[in-house]
């Protein structure tokens, strides 16, 4: 494979690590350097990423950059541990999973101020690995590329990815295939299954260590909070759900949100059988191995508040001594989730239909155009994405018209009325409203055909047009761009892909 152009420059990239999570004691993790790769070629390095971390880039490109990036070297400064964690995986309790193909090379703090976790991803067998190679084929590993870095770009919090490798190695799965390396980028790494990994040890200092440190890092602001634990429960609550009601709202499917794959930080972690929606469909299901549709699209919200609970049982010797009291205090903060949730997601509705004033009927029309989306089989993206222009007075409607020909037209037609109709009392004129529409409706979404093909490509004759091509495009998409009108359509019938499977 063609490995983009490595820099001839030697150097060091200049990461400069101060590593908290590793202060912490030695049962939090396992210390142990990556195991290294045959032949290391860099696939991409991310370059903004890379400045925002205050990394030299042709230094993190050099040779000695890429053996970085592949294991094959541990950055100075660096302190590579495997993360204890445990989960509940499709609802059933593994008291040990951890870094079983994930090495934390340590923590940067980014020229934006905030602490950022380096981890390489597919780095060989740590402790924690069980039967597994410790290793990642090269899909799943411009899957999960792609789509961070979409997400990023649509403004939804994320893990990001600074670089992708190819190992030289292969990996077996089904059959051979390419190895690979990412480099993933992360608030943070702490799951509410590494919360389970202490609570399934009746380890409660563990446990308040784990809370001050997540605290310190990432709620600062509870450390002066009369029950910071409480508050703790609380914050995390809100965060999970305005993220899961930023899915809804661009139509991501998560696809395995087990608890070790939620983010104690709020971000989107572990993008394995993910997949964006194309045909609205709450039901939709896109993970191979969710047979029973566990997490379908629209599960997400109650699959995040049962994941939550799941936390707040780890929580409750912090809350109170008394268990009665601490399962009482702890279910007031439960119960808020569906208001957190609520709050976010239908504001969010309404921007995307360019309502921003308040109006008692607004939650009937947003849940109105939903059914009719659902019974036309309308596609998310572009529903909404068309509905910009439809704004505007003298609007071309036949183009939305025919998305929704197979279902219910004189539905669409009355919808539009009283739609339009209701737009007339906001406080922006229609100009300001189609702009802000446009900003809140991306055009570009990273359809799973168009990752399906990237991935082909670059496995089957190790051509990675498509791969850096979708990934441009999708850094920005909100907006137009020339030529690239194919990256907006929907699969045609023989280019659907009804299954993604697990990056393992
Ligand atoms: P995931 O389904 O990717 O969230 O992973 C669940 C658990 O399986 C985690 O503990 C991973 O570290 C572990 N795991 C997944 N794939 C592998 C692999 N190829 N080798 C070792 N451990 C793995
Ligand atoms: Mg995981």
Redesign the pocket.
């Known amino acids: 494979m063609d490995g983009a152009g490595q820099s001839q420059s030697g150097g060091d990239p200049g990461f400069a690590f101060d590593n908290s999570y590793q202060r912490l004691p030695d049962r939090f993790f396992e210390r142990l350097a990556p195991t290294p790769v045959k032949d290391p070629q860099l696939i991409k390095v991310n370059e903004a990423l890379a400045e925002m971390l205050g990394l030299d880039v042709a230094a993190l490109t050099s040779k000695a950059g890429v053996a970085m990036l592949s294991g094959n070297q541990v950055p100075e400064g660096a302190e590579p541990i495997a993360m204890a ?1 445990a ?1 509940h ?1 499709f609802g059933g309790f593994v008291p040990q ?6 090495i934390l090379l340590g923590e940067v703090v980014g020229r934006d101020g905030l602490r950022w976790d380096i981890q390489l991803k ?1 780095s060989g ?2 402790r ?9 084929a090269l899909g799943p590993v411009l899957r999960e590329y792609i789509v961070s870095e979409a997400m990023a770009a649509l403004g939804i919090p994320t893990t990001r990815s600074l670089a992708a490798v190819m190992t030289g190695e292969y ?1 077996f799965r089904d059959g051979p295939l390419p190895g690979a390396v990412l480099t993933r980028v992360a608030r943070g790494h702490i799951r509410v299954g590494t919360f389970q990994y202490f609570a399934a040890r009746s380890d409660v200092e563990g446990l308040r260590l784990l809370a001050d440190h997540v605290i310190d890092r990432f709620y600062p602001e509870l450390k002066s909070a009369e029950r910071p634990y409480m508050a703790l429960f609380e914050q995390i609550s809100a965060r999970q759900a305005a993220l899961v009601a930023s899915w809804l709202l661009i139509g991501f499917i998560h696809g ?1 949100m ?1 608890t ?2 939620m983010s104690i930080a709020g971000e989107t972690i ?1 993008y ?1 059988p993910c997949a964006f929606m194309d045909a609205f469909d709450p039901a939709t299901v896109f993970s191979s191995i969710d047979q029973h549709g566990r997490y379908a699209y629209g599960s997400q919200p109650s699959i995040a508040q049962w994941n939550l609970a799941r936390l707040g049982e780890t929580l409750l010797p912090l809350i109170n001594t008394d268990e009665d009291a601490a399962v009482a205090d702890a279910t007031a903060v439960l119960e808020k989730f569906p208001t957190f949730f609520s709050e976010v997601y239908f504001s969010g509705l309404k921007r995307k239909i360019g309502l921003l004033q308040d109006d008692e009927n607004d939650g009937a029309l947003v849940t109105q155009l939903l059914g009719l989306m659902r019974a036309a089989g309308a596609d998310f993206t572009m529903t909404f994405r068309r509905l910009c222009d439809a704004v505007a007075e003298d609007a071309d409607l036949s183009e939305l018209h025919e998305m929704f020909a197979p279902g219910n037209p004189e539905g669409l037609t009355a919808w539009l009325d009283a739609w339009r109709a209701r737009g007339a009392h906001e406080a922006l004129d229609v100009m300001k409203r189609r702009e802000m529409m446009l900003a809140t409706n991306p055009l570009y979404i990273p359809r799973n055909h168009l990752i399906e093909a990237a991935i082909k490509a670059a496995e089957t004759n190790g051509d990675l047009t498509k791969f850096e091509t979708l990934v441009e495009v999708l850094s920005r998409p909100f907006e137009e761009q020339p030529g690239m009108d194919l990256y907006t359509k929907p699969p045609l019938p023989e280019e659907v892909v009804s299954a993604t499977f ?3």
């Open positions: 964690y989960g995986q999973l951890g870094d079983g193909r994930a597919g067998p740590t924690f690995s069980r039967m597994g190679d410790g290793r990642a990996v395995v087990n070790d794959n572990d394995g697990c990056g393992t």
